[in-house]
T-cell receptor
Framework: KAGVTQTPRYLIKTRGQQVTLSCSPI?????VSWYQQTPGQGLQFLFEYFSETQRNKGNFPGRFSGRQFSNSRSEMNVSTLELGDSALYLC??????????????FGEGSRLTVL | KQEVTQIPAALSVPEGENLVLNCSFTDSAIYNLQWFRQDPGKGLTSLLL?????REQTSGRLNASLDKSSGRSTLYIAASQPGDSATYLCAPVGMRGGNKLTFGTGTQLKVEL
């Protein structure tokens, strides 16, 4: 069974640009969450999607947005990039339903560098 | 707001030692708590998941305990090996629904030969 797949793995952007990151969850998983990891702030929750609806949202500005498609794949977008957006962006998926233990499975992340 | 503290922040031990990593959290109304390891530049690997109704969970050389009322969890690593070198993170999940994890800052472990 394939794990959580994130693309691209590495990317470099300049200030003011926008970026879109993609996440394919484990087959059958319907919940997808996004996290930002930086040396200064650690791991911070961005948002979670379930059945194409945003279910939870962290404390990030509106420049950070996301969506989920009917096949549970998710994308997140960051507009008007700032230097401080340089980070490892991690996606996690989780099954839902009666057998859900709440366990999250993470991808390898997308490393964004903003110059 | 949930706050998570992990002690120690860093730990260096010789191979073969038994270790205890500590995690404390401020809001005891949790759904479960998950322990992860992270290798440099990599994603997170799930180690153990403890439901709020459980006291402990074991997987191989790893044992995690949970005392929800006191807001504490410990990860015990038996007979440590160099391959255990990584950052260990704990993350409780709140009861409000959804899969929002609050992470601690982690314990950076180095196991030396």
């Amino acid at each position: 069974k394939a794990g959580v797949t994130q693309t691209p793995r590495y990317l470099i952007k300049t200030r003011g640009q926008q970026v879109t990151l993609s996440c394919s969850p484990i087959s059958g998983h319907r919940s997808v969450s996004w996290y930002q990891q930086t040396p200064g702030q650690g791991l911070q929750f961005l948002f979670e999607y379930f059945s194409e609806t945003q279910r939870n949202k962290g404390n990030f500005p509106g420049r950070f947005s996301g969506r989920q498609f009917s096949n549970s794949r998710s994308e997140m977008n960051v507009s008007t990039l700032e230097l401080g957006d340089s980070a490892l962006y991690l996606c996690a998926s989780s099954p839902e339903g009666a057998l859900n233990t709440g366990e999250l499975f993470f991808g390898e992340g997308s490393r964004l560098t903003v110059l | 707001k949930q706050e998570v503290t992990q002690i120690p922040a860093a730990l260096s031990v010789p191979e073969g030692e038994n270790l205890v990593l500590n995690c404390s959290f401020t809001d005891s109304a949790i759904y479960n708590l998950q322990w992860f390891r992270q290798d440099p530049g990599k994603g997170l690997t799930s180690l153990l998941l403890i439901q709020s109704s459980q006291r402990e969970q074991t997987s191989g050389r790893l044992n995690a305990s949970l005392d929800k009322s006191s807001g504490r969890s410990t990860l015990y690593i038996a007979a440590s090996q160099p391959g255990d070198s990584a950052t260990y993170l704990c993350a409780p999940v709140g009861m409000r629904g959804g899969n929002k994890l609050t992470f601690g800052t982690g314990t950076q472990l180095k196991v030396e030969l």
